[in-house]
């Protein structure tokens, strides 16, 4: 039977619209997929198959931007290249924006590629892709370029959006987390302050960001003594605002049952050992005043230095051990005891207020605040307390690094 030439074009029209009708089938099972938030690996054996079944791409290589570097995300066929040859060789080609043909490239690897196409987002690169082995004939050339193009950049679109979702669930978690241990620690901070006969309280909370690892407590044990606590764990989050929730809890209970601050320290070491495994620790300030004798025993457990001042003059409280949840044991415990006069006033407070960005011209550390302290001790816990604030904002002119907390104590 001889075929005319009118029968001959027929048969290629229609050989070209099935064609065409397996590729929009192609696309739209790769669509589905997507919506389906299939797996990237089902994505990526989509696509080669269609790239092989129906496209008859020999060779393949598509490397994928990913955190400011390339990956090889897919590769079949000939021999598989080391991935720094390969963005070496597509990295040389960057000055194309479209398909090029390699034909006039042969030499090394180039040679053994057909097509170089590159994905781009504006000026950013996205990814490149080569192909080899490639059986099309000239007339559908253009067309299979065209083709593999869109199914490609149907993957890369959607690995991009899987990137996003990702980001936008950490991002999201993140904030929650922030939300959750903020709610822990405003929890955790005594609500109203303390004033009696003996003793008055003034404290100044101002966090970094939306959680810090900052934490104050303080309370009456009997009619003639107090105990309070400034500390700051390490890290941030809601597995920080967890694990200083439990220390305040313990340190509650076992000051209620335990005279001895250097006992309450070493139980307080294994609790933080035991629910952290030494990931965490805790640097923290433990102070005891007993009004009938006006005696004061502390433990620094590698916290800032309280200061303690009286007539005049100042002194740092630096006595005690290192941070707790870093040994299973403590090395050593010193405890430390002083008279408390009338009048006195006790500062305690974290790193973040030393932490202070400051101008070259202006100078801020522990004999700057000594000084200050010397200067205007004799003023209330709240009223020191936003004078040294407005010190650093005005005079200072620093800023803040980390969050800080203040608690001042004047003894009477």
Not at 23 to 47: G, H, Y
Not at 247 to 265: K, N, Y
């Amino acid at each position: 039977m001889h075929y005319t030439g009118q029968n001959q074009g027929e048969d290629e029209l229609i050989g070209l619209l099935l064609k065409r009708q397996s590729e929009l089938n192609s696309l739209l099972e790769i669509t589905r997929a997507v919506n389906k938030n299939s797996p990237t690996p089902v994505l990526i054996q989509m696509m080669e198959s269609i790239l092989q079944g129906l496209l008859n791409v020999g060779r393949f290589r598509l490397l994928i931007e990913k955190e400011g570097s390339f990956i090889c995300i897919s590769k079949y066929g000939g021999h598989f290249e080391t991935l720094p040859v390969l963005l070496k060789a597509c990295v040389s080609l960057k000055k194309f924006r479209q398909p090029t043909s390699l034909a006039e490239h042969n030499q090394g690897l180039l040679k053994d590629y057909t097509y170089y196409i590159p994905f781009y987002d504006k000026t950013k690169p996205l990814a490149y892709m080569l192909i080899g082995d490639f059986d099309s004939t000239a007339e559908m050339m253009e067309n299979d370029l065209a083709f593999i193009q869109t199914l490609v950049n149907a993957i890369i679109v959607a690995l991009q959006n899987k990137k996003l979702f990702r980001q936008r669930l950490q991002a999201e978690r993140f904030q929650r987390e922030m939300e959750l241990a903020s709610e822990v620690q405003n929890m955790l901070i005594p609500v109203k302050l303390h004033r009696d006969t003996a003793v008055e309280i003034g404290a100044k909370y101002l966090p970094h960001q939306n959680i810090g690892g900052d934490y104050y407590d303080f309370m009456r044990l009997n009619d003639h003594e107090l105990i309070w606590c400034i500390a700051d764990v390490s890290g941030k989050g809601i597995s920080a605002a967890l694990l200083m929730a439990n220390f305040q809890a313990s340190l509650r209970a076992w000051a209620m049952v335990d005279d001895d601050l250097t006992s309450i320290i070493e139980r307080l070491n294994d609790i933080v050992i035991k629910n952290t495994r030494g990931e965490k620790f805790i640097t923290l300030f433990l102070a005891k005043y007993n009004q009938q004798t006006r005696k004061m025993n502390y433990i620094n457990a590698g916290h800032n230095r309280s200061i303690l001042y009286a007539d005049g003059e100042a002194m740092s409280l630096k006595l005690g051990t290192t941070m707790i949840g870093a040994f299973e044991e403590l090395p050593f415990i010193n405890q430390g005891e002083v008279d408390v006069e009338p009048g006195s006033l006790i500062i305690n407070y974290t790193d973040g207020l030393m932490d202070y960005e400051v101008e070259q011209s202006k100078q801020w550390n522990e004999e700057k605040l000594t000084e200050f302290v010397i200067a205007n001790g004799h003023h209330s816990p709240d009223r020191f307390n936003q004078m040294l604030m407005d010190h650093l904002n005005l005079v200072v002119k620093g800023k803040p690094i980390d969050d800080i907390t203040v608690l001042t104590l004047k003894i009477f």
